[in-house]
């Protein structure tokens, strides 16, 4: 059973930053695609961040120039890196792992970011 944990989600003040982990099995690292998705209440699931096996990273509109992506060198854990956060970045953020069509394969349990002004 291949499991992504995330962790270091919290409650901070807008404005505030947060550094998101994902531990995955180091076999992820060598091929597959990742990313961060998150979920707000009362909303659909939407992507935040990839980044492909080649290391090229995409972000959406909205966490543009504040968020970052990236992988440790020992290639196991993805980190999200958020930066002027603003209320409307909270949601249950997941990490997903080795791209099938349009989704992913494997995905995380979610770690709650909760930002307040």
């Known amino acids: 059973q291949v499991r992504l944990v995330e962790s270091g989600g919290d409650s901070v003040q807008a404005g505030g930053s947060l550094k998101l982990s994902c531990v995955a099995p180091r076999f992820i690292f060598t091929g597959c695609e990742m990313a961060w998705y998150r979920q707000a209440p009362g909303k659909e699931r939407e992507s935040v961040s990839n980044?492909?096996?080649?290391?090229?990273?995409t972000y959406a509109d909205s966490v543009k120039g504040r968020f970052t992506i990236s992988q440790d060198n020992d290639k196991t854990t993805l980190h999200l890196q958020m930066n002027s956060l603003k209320t409307e970045d909270t949601a249950v953020y997941y990490c997903?792992?080795?791209?099938?069509?349009?989704?992913?394969?494997?995905w995380g349990q979610g770690t709650q970011v909760t930002v307040s002004s």
């Open positions: 997903a792992a080795c791209r099938e069509a349009r989704t992913y394969k494997y």
């Open positions: 980044i492909a096996y080649g290391g090229t990273t």
